[in-house]
């Protein structure tokens, strides 16, 4: 029998790709021949579909053929998506071209893949309008266990129409939501679905719009993922209030692993709202305040937790308002009391 891999190759070498290979997968997904033609002027409009692209193109495609199902690319993995529900593999859609027409065209095969596990659909275009026609695919998806939705237009509204939908993804293990436009509206709209997570591991949501008022909604929900090992919030506009509200939810988090606060605006009042729940992470070894407004004062709050952070092993403190001297006290007192932790400073 021909290898999934070789039957892929020589489909590629026997077709032209503007004309068979794309709409040959689209056919086996379920789209009748009005949705394929529809998408496939939607693309030719496009300036990245014209001809002087498609060798470029044919290497975009035959990556996101092989990310479909990593074990068993080919027939098999065509003739599984064809019954939708039986294809459980990962799709990768990162090609910086999905907006919301792409979306009005895609979702309906998306929304056969009820049993996929992994969708990448990072470095796109998907804004509130794009999210509104994936939304009712998505929902379908209980399965995904990994879902990156990262370098996008993600804002309030789109958040609005995913929010149900992430409601019922209680299966995810990494949810990607980076560098968006996430603010407080949107994480009032996210909440609730991601209080339904508790079987998270990561959580990304580095460089967005998340502030007080943001944490205050996140909260309650950060509270629940009591499996999650890693959460960044590094780049958003997180400060000591923030940090009041997060601390208690920070707290319950007793696998985490790594809590990476660089470049937001934490202070010594902010220190002093996270001392009192840092010891009880038993499980943290990296602590990363790089770029905020720490200074002497926070410092001596920080020291007080790291004495009893018998775990952690790294502390990163890097463009931080600390003098020389205190440099060198912390230094020492840390090789003297907290052995294992090596300072970045």
Not at 60 to 82: D, Y
Not at 191 to 211: F, G
Not at 292 to 320: F, K, P, T
Request: glycine residues 2%; aromatic residues 10%.
């Amino acid at each position: 029998m021909t290898d999934s891999k070789e039957w892929s190759l020589s489909l590629l070498n026997q077709t032209i790709f503007h004309g068979d290979l794309f709409w040959f997968i689209l056919k086996y997904i379920g789209w009748d021949a009005k949705t394929i033609s529809a998408f496939q002027q939607t693309c030719r409009s496009n300036r990245y579909w014209r001809s002087r692209d498609l060798e470029v193109l044919k290497d975009k495609w035959w990556k996101w053929i092989l990310c479909m199902n990593e074990k068993n690319v080919g027939k098999v993995a065509v003739e599984k998506m064809k019954h939708g529900n039986g294809y459980d593999g990962s799709l990768c859609l990162n090609f910086h071209q999905l907006n919301a027409t792409a979306c009005y065209y895609l979702a309906p095969a998306l929304k056969n893949m009820t049993a996929l596990t992994v969708l990448n659909l990072c470095e796109n275009q998907l804004d509130a309008t794009a999210c509104y026609y994936l939304a009712p695919a998505l929902k379908n998806m209980t399965a995904l266990t990994v879902l990156n939705l990262c370098e996008n237009q993600l804002d309030a509204t789109a958040c609005y129409y995913l929010a149900p939908a992430l409601k019922n993804m209680t299966a995810l293990t990494v949810l990607n939501l980076c560098e968006n436009q996430l603010d407080a509206t949107a994480c009032y709209h996210l909440a609730p679905a991601l209080k339904n997570m508790k079987n998270l591991r990561e959580l990304d949501l580095y460089l967005n719009r998340i502030d007080a008022t943001a944490c205050y909604h996140l909260a309650p929900a950060l509270k629940n993922m009591t499996a999650l090992k890693y959460i960044y919030l590094q780049s958003n506009k997180i400060d000591a209030t923030a940090c009041y509200y997060l601390a208690p939810a920070l707290g319950n988090l007793i696998a985490l692993k790594s809590l990476d606060m660089d470049h937001n605006q934490i202070d010594a009042t902010a220190c002093y709202h996270l001392v009192s729940i840092l010891p009880n992470m038993s499980a943290l070894k990296i602590l990363n305040f790089d770029n905020n407004y720490i200074d002497v004062h926070g410092c001596e709050v920080l020291l007080s937790a790291l004495v009893r952070m018998s775990g952690l092993q790294d502390l990163y403190l890097w463009n931080n308002p600390i003098d020389v001297n205190y440099k060198r006290i912390m230094r020492s007192f840390l090789k003297k009391n907290a052995k294992r932790v090596d300072l970045h400073i």
